[in-house]
């Protein structure tokens, strides 16, 4: 039977052979994944509650208490308490790893208790499930132009159903508050469900929809980021990013949530690096500030401080031992790095070898030399000297099949090989056409007079008819 995925939920729907409508996991085919290490652990035997992390629509995961002790596992379709009625889960974790994701998260539990895990989603759960799930688009595009009759700043940026139909949260981006009183009014009377409304920023937006960064990996907003912290232009300057809009903004349009991984590594690296107010001399002449390596340790100095095409790279030794000295009034003579100076490799002369004959670019054109270049006289001369033999008598025959003599054969040990014969022909041509075209073609005109001339000595030579 065929499977029908879902890539918002990470499951497949299929029927089975008695026509039921299942459901299973499908691993790699959705958002926020995790990967539970201790699952395989035997779990310790403790009076705390036994919790499972399950996730729902895209980015959207929630935590449950196990209180009946079912045996899940990771993939397990099961039926969860909701507000009101029933939601439909996959379990994505279930060992001890699920109380370090509540603190890293900072889920909120409402009044102090957990909700609870009813049982494993059998037939009828699969089937209210599948149908909530087929009417989430339409609904959407439907209150998108609900919204936009009313006039209301906002922009619905995704609807997700509960599992047994009777509740439906639509998020949705506006810049301020928005009244939506009305709003839901409306959403009730036409879709005839609970509704509500969670406002989410560009970035979770961007998590819900999911898609690829400039890395090439999947977007951290959809992968594992749960909690956005503010991003400012400050990060991008201390990591001497240059200030370019497109390279900076991410698919939210938003700065990257990238920028904040790595900066306070580079402010504490800075602080080790020399202040540079003034450029280094020399005996040659002053260097001037152009760029610096913090996590590297590398400084790099131009002798202009308009033109960044010569670079010298300084260690941060290096850059206050010159400091000290231009300090005291002193120039170094050479402000180059003996830790960055490139011997130049020694040059490996190419050695001229001895090519045999069987590697040679000829080696092929021996069945052309040896091929008849006249195949229809040829065959007419064969068949001509076989009927003369038929006709000669036995004494002739054995006086042609006499040995060759010795100047004969010596003509044929002497007579160079094919290929050799082959390679000085082809040599001829090259020499011939690589020829200036002037060249060949006054040879070209040379030899047409020549024509020209014979032809008319042959005219002379003829004897003329008498006039009478």
Same mark, same amino acid.
């Given at each position: ?363 092929? +054109?021996?069945? =052309? ?9 040829? *065959? @007419? &001369?064969?068949? !001509?000297?076989? %009927? ?50 002037? +060249?060949?073609? =006054? ?9 020209? *001339? @014979? &032809?008319?000595? !042959?005219?002379? %030579? ?7």
């Amino acid at each position: 039977m065929s499977c029908t995925k879902n890539i918002s939920r990470g499951c497949c729907f299929k029927h089975n052979q008695d026509n039921k409508l299942t459901a299973q996991s499908v691993d790699g085919g959705h958002k926020m994944e995790v990967w539970d290490w201790l699952e395989s652990m035997p779990k310790p035997v403790s009076e705390s509650p036994q919790l499972v992390e399950v996730r729902f629509k895209n980015t959207r995961k929630g935590y449950y208490e196990n209180i009946n002790k079912l045996p899940l596992k990771r993939g397990d379709i099961i039926a969860v308490e909701g507000t009101p009625g029933t939601d439909i889960g996959i379990v994505s974790m279930t060992s001890q790893l699920v109380a370090r994701q509540i603190k890293r998260t900072g889920f909120k539990v409402e009044n102090g208790v957990f909700k609870k895990i009813l049982r494993k989603a059998n037939n009828i759960d699969i089937e209210r499930w599948s149908e909530a799930i087929a009417k989430e688009h339409s609904t959407m595009i439907e209150s998108r132009k609900i919204s936009a009759d009313l006039g209301l700043e906002m922009k619905i940026g995704d609807v997700e159903y509960q599992g047994d139909g009777m509740k439906a949260i639509f998020y949705y981006i506006a810049d301020g508050r928005v009244d939506f009183r009305e709003l839901i009014k409306v959403l009730f009377e036409r879709f005839r469900v609970r509704v509500e409304m969670k406002q989410i920023g560009a970035r979770q937006e961007a998590g819900r929809i999911g898609g690829i960064g400039a890395c090439g990996r999947e977007l951290c907003c959809s992968g594992w980021i749960n909690s956005f912290s503010t991003i400012g232009i400050g990060a991008a300057r201390a990591q001497d990013i240059s200030f370019n809009p497109q390279k900076l903004a991410g698919q939210c349009s938003k700065l990257k949530c990238c920028l904040n991984y790595e900066v306070d590594s580079y402010i504490d690296a800075k602080k080790h690096l020399p202040r540079v107010s003034a450029p280094l001399e020399a005996m040659d002449g002053s260097y001037y500030l152009s760029k610096t390596d913090p996590l590297a340790g590398i400084m790099y100095f131009s002798p202009s401080p308009h033109d960044i095409s010569i670079q010298i790279p300084l260690s941060i030794e290096r850059v206050r031992e010159i400091q000290a000295l231009n300090a005291r009034g002193e120039r170094v003579a050479q402000i180059a790095d003996q830790k960055f100076v490139q011997t130049e490799p020694t040059k490996i002369e190419p050695q001229l070898q001895n090519i045999e004959l069987d590697d040679s670019l000829t080696r092929f +054109d021996n069945n =052309k030399d040896n091929r008849p270049k006249n195949n229809r006289n040829r *065959n @007419n &001369r064969k068949g !001509q000297h076989q %009927r003369n033999n038929k006709n000669t008598p036995s004494s002739e025959a054995s006086v042609n099949a006499r040995p060759k003599s010795e100047t004969q054969q010596n003509k044929v040990h002497n007579k160079p090989q094919n290929n050799e014969v082959a390679a000085e022909k082809n040599n001829n041509k090259a020499k011939h056409y690589n020829r200036p075209k002037n +060249d060949r073609q =006054k040879e070209q005109g040379g030899r047409e007079g020549q024509r020209q *001339n @014979n &032809r008319e000595r !042959q005219n002379n %030579r003829a004897p003329k008819k008498n006039e009478n």
